[in-house]
């Protein structure tokens, strides 16, 4: 590791297992560091239902009025309904940074709090494609960290993390 992951500041020279001398981080050559915060993707439902329904909406072709009128109000109401549903997922979003390392799973909240789950702790990791999140399961498969796909960068980084987790726990 050449430089720090939270802070890049240049670690050459300094023993693989250490701690950056500028922000603190402890690190080891296997530290797997990521930002929690929104990902632009997670715009890309808003997109699709807007593209759809609006093509249903606005290309009337042989349709009765009637029925063009309809496809309208649908139109509107599924644009508010997934507007708001994304703004009430960025509202409810976790911040913060989270550590992967040899100590088990920190986050690191944006106040300065930091909570820790033991690798020992954790049975195994699980990426659901059809919630979209990253479950973190312990030993009585007790939920012990549920992070959405969307603040992981997308759905490969989480599926990634999920298979380097069960990796670390086995």
Known sequence: MNQCPRC????????????CPECGLQYNGETTYLELKP?????????????????LAFDTGMRPKWVSIVCICFWSIMLIVT????????RQAQKG????????????????????????????AKYSWITGQLTVF??????????????LGGEWRAIDLANEINRRAA
């Open 8 to 19: 890049s500041y240049s670690l050459e020279g300094l023993p693989e297992v250490h701690a």
């Open 39 to 55: 990902s632009k993707t997670s715009w890309k439902g808003i997109a699709v239902v807007a593209v759809v329904t609006s093509w």
């Open 83 to 90: 507007v708001g549903h994304h703004a009430y997922q960025l």
């Open 97 to 124: 940074q989270l550590i992967l390392d040899w100590l088990g799973i920190r986050y690191v909240r944006p106040n300065g709090g930091t909570d820790t789950i033991v690798i020992s702790d954790i049975r195994r």
């Open 138 to 151: 312990g030993w009585d498969d007790q939920k012990l960290l549920t992070i959405p796909q969307w603040q």
